[in-house]
């Protein structure tokens, strides 16, 4: 593409879809927030009336004109919206879903009726479903980058009460806050970040600008600037990816592009953030459970010890499966695990408790007792009911909890079961 | 009432309806100040709904409310204001330290820039429900009882002289509720006045020095050992007013005003 940076009209609309996507994504975050990310949807469809009755009363594309009607328009379908909600039977949800059908529906009905008007220049306004960065104009960007420019403007002087009305509406109701001015301006602000996005998006996948880029952000961070943030660089960073393709296929839509590459990034946050990420969660998981085979084993060790109160004698891994139903696969890996941490030591053909093994298996039997003591005492449990609870709790007690519990039970020596509660000498 | 006492809340004739089945039947009471008052009531009495009433958040039917004899409007930087921990999503992206600092808004500038003060005001409030270890705390990392003692500092942080809160002591645990209790006591003695939703009804007694007694209408209003009578109580959880609910339910099916229009109940 080395016309592409030589085209100066391409750099001035490769800016501003970049501009109006971050404007779009940093609104959003409040959408998101309120959880009126459907509604944000119903708004983005909705507009499509307004910019046909918009076209048909001006003759024109200005989208000065074309952006009036998709405000007008979407806040109708707020207000209507709002009116199904309080003065029908209907719930939030249905009146979300009739909104967006009836008024896009409308919309589709009337661009149809204009293009077979036979109007010269109407070509294009169809460009408005889908997007198309490469067909702007020079004047165009600037009104929808201005737009986007005000908008992120607006958020950051407006911050701190839109981020209270956000969180805890009637506290902040309470302390005489003006929140039905707030909600206005934050209602009209997503309108307006729809109507700014229409050519460059297109009015069908608008909605996901507004939404992902803060449902993504969220994934990283806890800290709503940051989230906002990050919502602005990822919105940036598609946006910028599909005008480019834009103007390398013009034929092809903008929005679907932008959205392809948001939608990357958004899977590629849920899978891999850290924390809240499917992979660091499967992570932990996994972490959990092989902690819990290796105390499981350990375990074991006490329990053939305990008979003749000798833990040390090394022990095949079938003297453990004697006694406790470990797969052989998972035994002879968690058996590996605890040699390489030096719990376990191999003696001939087995391996036996070294002594930090001993102590840990001592301190997990104990816990284990602890617990079916506190669910005895405490929870009124039959000793015959308590034993399956603490193979699960034992392994999660810490050892602020462990002095806890021994406290509130009074330091017992024995469990439920008239077994010995163990400590090391 | 005796003559020393001064009047904190006066709630006259107020008839609620939530959605439009009636809720608060013509409520009608005085509180004095300076007191640990509770609000008790079986499930769907209304407590909630008195106390949004109180702070302005829903408009009611018939009747006023009056704090230290004037309105609400008038004295909101007076009044703290406590919502029920479940009516906020406590997965927002946000800290300790920022919730708290909600309370200091009112007080600080324009769009609620906070400055050096509001910032040690809120520690301070933080240190007071002994949680200033958690200030940068992400808020959907507390336990139950840490929440409500994050609401309770956002309150204290308010500075106020009347506080509402809705189930302070709803989901924590014992040594909390301890906690939460002295926090309460200890702003009683203060001279705060202090209207608390409460659902249990055997720490009632031992909580509060002043009792509201609801369940749909008024049952009684008074001093914890004058309201905690056994026929009081029966007459809140025991014996249902079947006519009452019915009418309520007509109410509701037929659309019909609980109000007619043009009664004026404020004579000014």
Redesign the interface.
Known sequence: MSNFWNDPNAIIVLLGTVLLSMGAAVVGNFTFLRKRALVGDAVAHSVLPGICVAFLISGSKDPIWLMLGAVIAGWISLLVMDFIIRKTRLKADTATGLVLSVFFGLGIFMLTSIQHSGNASQTGLDKFLFGNAASMMERDVYIFAGTAVILLILTLVFYRPFRLVSFNREFAESIGMPVWFYEFLLSTMTVLAVASGIQAVGVVLMAALLITPAAAGRYWTDKLPIMMLLSALFAGISAWGGTWVSFAVPSMPTGPWIIMFLSIIAITSILIAPQRGIVARNRLRRRNESKILRENILKTFYYLGQANRDFKIPRTAQDLLEIRGFSVKELQLGLRLESKIGNLVRNGNGWALSDEGLAESFRIVRLHRLWEMYLNKRLHLKPDHVHQGAEAIEHVITPELEKLLEEELGHPTLDPHQSEIPYLP | MKKEEKIALEAHNLTVSYGARPVLWDVDFELPEKKLIGVIGPNGSGKTTLL?TI???IEPLSGYVEIYNQNM?DV??R???V?QRE???WD????VL??VM?GR??KSGL???AGKDDRKMAMNALEQVGMAGFSNR?I?KLSGGQQQRVFLA?SLA?QADFYLMDEPFAGVDAASERAILDILTGMRDKGKTLLIVHHDLHTAAEFFDYIILLNTRLVAAGPTSEVLTTENLQLAYGAQLTVLSQVADLVKEKDFPVREKGLKDRQQ
């Open positions: 949004k702070m302005g958040l409007d909101r930087n009044v703290s204001y919502p009516s906020v999503d927002f992206p946000a800290s920022d919730v909600m808004y009112t769009f609620g820039r992400q959907s956002r308010q």
